[in-house]
């Protein structure tokens, strides 16, 4: 029985043919994807009316042992007056076509040809004609060539493909037999559910089956990681889904997501993960620069890559960093890029959310395509809007193109004369927009200053590529990258933008803030098989569905803690800790904190977590002075990770006396960490967590008053709620787990406040 391989065209050929270097040049402007389709678009608008564009295509073929069906889309497929057909395959390049050899790319021509076979099959045809054509991005400019092929050569030029391909395929088939079999004899891993573990997993996998989004509030100990895993491998074994992609906001719960899959294994099941690092930390160079000249890992990545994916394909299941660096080295390849080529061939990817949600980052490898036969888990999903937004806003400052303009004066006079155009244009926007206030804003970006910042690319790249040992090269690189990134979210420009104009002395900032993520995060994930987002925090539950490009027709879910409510015992103190009563407070709320610590006995390290570093310095100084033998550690304001974990390790099991660590909300050890049993048995937490009054929040509290919601709590009384449910959920993490935990601020004794607390909480009693 022969085994059977669905794979589209693109990946085909080119595990076929590619070879050379990794030589990673500037890009001007946007990403290659944003100008490849507005190209191709400009090609095919120039189609005759019996012409078509973007025709799918597919094939049977039965070749040794396998059955291949292969599928892909053409750009072109053109018709002459007599009937007879061309497939068109158009490619765009950045650097104009004069220099192109049109005959010369053999991946390209291999899709065309491919092409050519399975029209030709399907239609009958004993020849057809294939073009590949080239255009230009910036221009009118095309260069095309045409060849006639027969069915038989196709067919030829077909099988050569494959026998290259197969060598990978069997092993590749032979893996997944024994996936799909341990899958299938695979349990829940646990000898029985938590309360709502078997809900949520159940939903994971409704959510899969009828392709729509789950948006989860899953309390801390329900168990989250397993229960959306569990339910996605299950639909790898039963061909619902080919692949599980797991985003995360940090470093810890991606580590949670690899011990998930591990704990899979080791029930036995068989699947292969890829973790994806950031390019920065995985680069075996001092400097990370990805040119064949500079570093031997880029240079003939391609003539080696093969080898060594089948090599860790054949030895491991688990693409972590440490095994894809070993793995690289032995093979020299770029470990990065080798991360991203394992993932097309893993069935679970494990990454960040930039590498699914930022246009400047985003895996091109997961096309329209393939995301529909994967799942989306977004794990800490409350932290996803505020990275969207970063991730969707840019700025640019005045002083950046003032100082290039000096520095080029008299060495290169078209990028010297560009800068200036810029600084000259920004001081025009200074005084014609912004003359008495400090700021302004408006609902449309500067037309002119994209215009002005194309010739800046275009005239940086040209020096850049050519002047990379100058002493110049890096002053000049991080002002191209910080332009080249601003034009990339100019393209992404709407109603839920907007233009931010500030000075200050001679300084002017044109800042693009995204407001509202909702409409880019609903593209983003539109074409996933499923798409599950779950946290602890997602309160209210209405307003993250919104957030999150959520619609009326996707699902959402509310559990309860699995753990008993007896080991939580809740307090409240209706103190204003508003700025204004903060020095009134201090003493009192130094009291409370102490009592709150003492009151653990044996059990006595305690968290407290504060509005803002100020207060927090406030009330340290209280503290101490009227409790001088209680040790107190404090957060410092930039802690490097050996830093933060001598912080850590001080929450030990079985401390004498009490321990309280002071920290921010908000910040890094209000989440993320897992001090369980004794290491922690009381969290005090000051403050609602609103953000911080600034112009940029009162301009997101006015756009969401316009749009109908209500502008202040979607600007300040949501986000803040997050970080209150993320610090207290630091807590209880096991269901032997006990504590105390503090509330201290007059409006959550408010109806309003009552309502967002989880229903853990709301048994309290006031202090």
Not at 91 to 117: M, P
Not at 445 to 461: D, H, S, V, W
Request: hydrophobic share 35%; net charge negative; charged share 30%.
């Amino acid at each position: 029985m022969s085994r059977e391989i669905r794979i589209s065209v693109r990946p085909l050929v080119e595990y076929a043919f590619r070879s050379g270097s990794i030589d990673a040049p500037l890009q001007v402007k946007n990403t290659a994807l944003l100008d490849g389709v507005k190209t191709h678009q400009r090609v095919q608008g120039q189609y005759g009316v019996n012409d078509r564009k973007e025709v799918p295509l597919e094939c049977t073929v039965e070749y040794k042992d396998f059955t291949f069906q292969i599928e892909g889309r053409c750009d072109g497929l053109l018709k002459d007056e007599e009937g007879k057909v061309t497939i068109d395959e158009i490619k765009s390049s950045q650097r104009g076509v004069g220099q192109i050899n049109a005959e010369g790319n053999e991946v390209h021509w291999a899709q065309a040809k491919l092409y050519g076979f399975m029209y030709a099959k399907d239609h009958g045809l004993e020849d057809i004609a294939v073009q590949v054509t080239y255009a230009d991005v910036d221009s009118d400019e095309i260069k095309s060539a045409k060849k006639v092929f027969t069915l038989t050569e196709l067919e030829m030029f077909l099988y050569k493909v494959l026998d290259e391909y197969i060598k990978f395929a069997s092993v590749k088939a032979a893996y997944e037999e024994v996936r799909q079999a341990s899958v299938k004899q695979l349990n829940f891993p646990f000898a029985e559910y938590r309360e709502g573990q078997r809900k949520l997993a159940a939903s994971v996998y409704q959510t899969i089956l009828d392709k729509k989004k789950l948006y989860v509030k899953a309390p801390t100990g329900i168990g989250k990681t397993i229960s959306t895993v569990f339910p996605a491998v299950k639909a790898i074994g039963e061909e619902k889904i080919s692949k599980v992609v797991y985003v995360t906001a940090k470093t810890i719960t991606r580590t949670v997501a690899e011990e998930t899959f591990d704990l899979l294994r080791e029930k036995g099941l068989r699947m292969k993960t890829c973790t994806i690092t950031a390019k920065d930390k995985v680069c075996f160079k001092e400097e990370t620069i990805c040119q064949p000249d500079y570093c031997e890992f880029a240079d003939g990545y391609y003539d080696r890559i093969n080898g060594a994916i089948l090599d860790i394909f054949e030895n491991e299941d688990k693409y972590d960093r440490e095994t894809i660096e070993r793995y690289a080295r032995k093979h020299t390849v770029c470990p990065f890029e080798f991360s991203l080529d394992l993932s097309m061939v893993a069935d679970g990817i494990i990454c960040d959310y930039n590498y699914i949600f930022d246009p400047r980052v985003a895996l091109r490898r997961l096309s329209d395509s393939n995301r529909k036969n994967y799942t989306l888990l977004v794990d800490e999903a409350h932290n996803l809007v505020d990275r969207a937004r970063s991730m969707y806003s840019a700025s640019l400052n005045k002083s950046d193109f003032l100082s290039v303009k000096r520095l080029f004066t008299g060495k290169d006079k078209g990028i010297s004369t560009v800068a200036g155009e810029i600084n000259s244009y920004l001081l025009k926007l200074k005084k014609e927009e912004i003359p008495d206030e400090r700021y302004t804003t408006r609902q449309t970006k500067p037309a002119e200053l994209e215009e002005l910042l194309e010739g800046f690319l275009e005239a940086c790249e040209a020096w850049l590529l050519e002047n990379r040992g100058s002493d110049l090269y890096e002053d000049l690189l991080e002002v191209y990258f910080n332009a080249n990134n601003y034009m990339k979210i100019c393209r992404l420009y709407d109603d839920h933008f907007i233009t931010y104009l500030e000075q200050f002395k001679s300084e002017v900032i044109v800042k693009i803030l995204c407001l509202n993520p909702s409409r880019l995060l609903k593209e983003y994930t539109k074409n996933y098989r499923g798409s599950v987002f779950f946290s602890a925090t997602l309160i209210p539950g209405h307003y993250y569905k919104d957030m999150l490009g959520g619609t009326e027709d996707d699902y959402t879910l509310a559990l309860t803690s699995p753990f008993d409510k007896d080991n939580l015992d809740v307090s409240i103190a209706g103190i204003s800790v508003r700025y204004k009563d903060r020095e009134r407070t201090s003493g009192k709320i130094a009291d409370l904190i102490y009592k709150t610590v003492a009151e653990q006995g044996r059990k006595g390290n305690s968290l407290v977590f504060f509005p803002s570093y100020q207060y927090m310095n406030l009330i340290f100084e209280e503290f101490t002075e009227k409790y001088p033998d209680v040790p107190v550690l404090v957060q410092e304001g930039s802690m490097n990770e050996e830093e933060r974990e001598r912080f850590l390790q001080e929450f030990k099991s079985g401390n004498e006396g009490v321990l309280a660590g002071f920290a921010v909300l908000g910040g890094i050890f209000s989440e993320g960490i897992d001090l369980k049993g004794d290491r922690l048995g009381g969290v005090v937490i000051i403050g609602t967590g609103l953000p911080q009054f600034n112009t940029e929040q009162e301009i997101m509290k006015e756009y969401f008053q316009t749009a109908g919601k209500n502008g202040y709590d979607y600007a300040y009384v949501y986000p803040g709620i997050s970080k209150v449910l993320q610090a207290g959920g630091r807590l209880i993490r096991t269901e032997t787990d006990t504590g105390t935990l503090l509330l201290i601020d007059d409006r959550f004794l408010t109806p309003k406040y009552q309502q967002l607390l989880p229903a853990e909480w709301r048994d309290f009693r006031l202090r």
